[in-house]
């Protein structure tokens, strides 16, 4: 059996720090890609050369220099393989997701997946690494394996894009040309909202509802500093809500949280006992986090940042159980007077692989307050991606 597939094909092209990515959307509907490796069940190995047109339905998109997890499914049937696409997967939280995603964390241990890694040629050394790494794993659900490469484009446009703020214009181009309109899509480069908003200004063909910001690192957050206020397990603390933008305007509130304390369910505001808290250092602890690991790591959060999004991701797969909500960066439908069109972090639940805005919970003064500013600052940062894209 052949097992070991090494082509070229060009497909994508994209500049270093993310910038931009320029699909050949004038020229052929190909990709540069390199397929490193399927395992069969004797896991041999033999190289092969495959033409393009045995990938018409893969798709990849780059999200800045961002990490984007994107899968296709359909009418999946029991076992077919997802086809799972991580830009940027050569950097820091690349490395963490990959394995998360190959050891079946996110879609299953009994669903195979295949992982398309993609990353600036620069970085295919690197790449080539990780991609050693994940076959030496042998995991089990990793059935396929492609590296895939960006092309430089000039530094010029480079700096324009880098001073004028992010474009992913053509990314979302990408996505439109080839994606399935099925395509799920996970932005976390920062700004993670606006950048997977501007990304679906530039699919139409793909429905809005599938592109999503990842805020669920900031939930996790939010979760796990009540769990070590209580003392109780993070798993027992639930319904935290983040709203807004993933920067330090979000809002992390939990007014509606749940804690389990004792074998009863109890809101979290009357487990802590402490509103001051809840209301000021809780609140800046959490908006402030990525910055404090900065600061501690000299690098930002990557493993944490992975873990949230295959939490994300997997929910998204999954579904949300009853009574349980998470937070995710979707499009804003006027939903608790916030902007409507911007991509806004919601409490939602997750069904049938389609997520819902949480309706009707309460909002005192001192959260609309915090809605307000951070619905402002998505507003300006969406403002003046659009105006950056029409240049
Ligand atoms: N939403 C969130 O909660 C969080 C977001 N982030 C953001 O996630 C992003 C990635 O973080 P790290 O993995 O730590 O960064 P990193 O710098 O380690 O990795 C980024 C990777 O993207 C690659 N890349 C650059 N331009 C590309 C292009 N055009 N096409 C494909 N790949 C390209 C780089 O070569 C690099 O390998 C950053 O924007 C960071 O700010 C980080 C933590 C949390
Ligand atoms: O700014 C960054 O790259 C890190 C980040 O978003 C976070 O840790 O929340």
Redesign the pocket.
């Known amino acids: 059996m052949k097992i070991f597939f090494r082509y070229l094909v060009r497909y994508v092209e994209g500049v270093h720090n993310g910038r931009i990515f320029k699909p050949f959307l004038k020229k052929k509907d190909h990709m540069e890609k390199q397929k490193l490796f399927t395992f069969t069940s004797n896991q041999s190995l033999s190289l092969t050369r495959l033409s393009d047109s045995m990938h018409k339905n893969l798709f990849v998109i780059c999200i800045d220099f961002a990490l984007n997890a994107i899968t296709t499914h359909g009418k999946t049937k029991k076992a077919e393989p997802v086809k799972v696409c991580i830009t940027g997967a050569a950097g820091q939280i690349g490395y963490s997701l990959v394995y998360m995603v190959g050891s079946g964390a996110v879609f299953g241990t009994n669903t195979p997946v295949v992982l398309h890694l993609l990353d600036i040629a620069p970085m295919m050394g690197v790449l080539n690494g990780v991609c050693m790494e994940i076959s030496d794993c042998a995991l089990p659900c990793v059935r396929e394996l492609y590296l895939l490469m960006t092309q430089q484009l000039p530094s010029k446009i480079l700096m324009q894009l880098f001073l004028l703020g992010q474009c992913p214009a053509k990314k979302g181009q990408a996505l439109d040309q080839h994606a399935k309109k099925s395509v799920k899509v996970l932005v976390v480069g ?1 700004p993670a909202n606006t950048n997977a908003l501007i990304c679906s200004k530039y699919a139409p063909s793909i429905p809005k509802e599938n592109f999503s910001a990842m805020t669920r ?2 939930h996790n957050r939010a979760q796990a500093q009540i769990s070590q206020r209580l003392g109780i397990p993070v798993a027992d603390v639930k319904n935290i809500i983040i709203w807004g933008n ?1 920067s330090s305007t979000q809002f992390p509130d939990v007014s509606h949280a749940i804690a389990t304390v004792e074998g009863k369910d109890v809101p979290v505001y009357d487990a802590v006992k402490d509103s001051d808290w809840l209301k000021g250092d809780f609140i800046t602890t959490v908006q402030k ?3 404090a ?2 600061q501690a790591r000299k690098l ?2 990557a493993m944490s ?1 992975a873990k949230a999004a295959s939490d994300h991701m997997h929910d998204w797969w999954h579904s949300t159980p009853e009574g349980k909500f998470v937070s995710m960066g979707v499009f804003s439908d006027g939903s608790y007077n916030t902007p409507e069109g911007v991509m806004f972090s919601f409490p939602v639940t997750l069904k049938n692989k389609q997520w819902t805005i949480v309706q009707g919970l309460p909002i005192d003064q001192f959260a609309q307050g915090k809605l307000d500013i951070t619905g402002k600052e998505l507003c300006e940062e969406r403002d003046e991606a659009l105006a950056v894209c029409k240049e």
């Open positions: 920062n690192l900031d993933h986090r990525g910055a690991v900065i930002s959060s940042a």
